[in-house]
């Protein structure tokens, strides 16, 4: 509901500037000045060009909606949207693939099956080429599992992509300084810092400490856990 008012509320600004418009990004945006939104390629295709980047089938995407002040209108201060597109590349067993993200977890927990919505035919590399030539800033590459595999398609994106990618997936003090000097623009850490809830600020420090705030991005996703009865 939220992601089809958010989208109307672009297409309506992209074909006619009116205040209806601004008013609608106003207000969605009013209660979240920086939303994150993983979407699927099939939202990706409805939005009209030249709004977001070519309408090639991409496996998965970010779209970072952020708030900012334009002016008054009608006395009101008026919020449009700035709306930049950030490509992602996921990595299962050295392939690219869109995998139900809970599924990843309940699979290596207590033997579920693992949920995989599409697998693409081409490499994480072939990707990252497309990614640079659009000119696609921001983006990032996630390693679903630490077979050898999938580090390895990992870093063969970062080269085809240097200083154009984040990367993450088992991202620790060991390893974080070695993806950064294979080309990887950030690292982004989950679970070495993030765990049952709380957060391990003597690991936080310590990484801060090798690779620079700049550098390092948390990844604060959760999922709602339903107590087993």
Known sequence: MVLTELLNALCLCRHRHSRSAALALSRWLAAAPVVWWRMASKYVARVPSPWWAPQRRLVGS???????????????DVVCAAV?????????????????????????????ELVTNFES???????????????LL??????????P????????ALHAYPGGLQVGGGI?????????NEGASHVI????????????????????ELVGKQRLVL????????PST
């Open 62 to 76: 970010w779209v970072s909606v952020c708030s900012v002040k334009c002016g008054a209108l009608g006395g009101r």
């Open 84 to 112: 930049s597109f950030r490509p992602c590349i996921d990595i299962h067993k050295g392939k690219v693939k869109q995998i139900v993200g809970s599924t990843l977890r309940d699979s290596s927990n207590d033997g579920m």
């Open 121 to 135: 035919d081409k490499s994480p590399a072939e990707f990252a080429k497309s990614y640079k030539e659009d000119e």
């Open 138 to 147: 921001g983006g990032h590459v996630i390693m679903l599992g630490s077979d």
């Open 149 to 156: 595999a999938s580090q390895a398609a990992a870093l063969e």
């Open 172 to 180: 620790n003090l060991q390893n974080a300084m070695s993806y950064l």
């Open 189 to 208: 850490v989950t679970s070495y810092v993030l765990s049952d809830g709380k957060m391990n600020i003597e690991r936080l420090t310590k990484l801060v």
């Open 219 to 226: 990844d604060l996703s959760c999922r709602k856990k339903v």
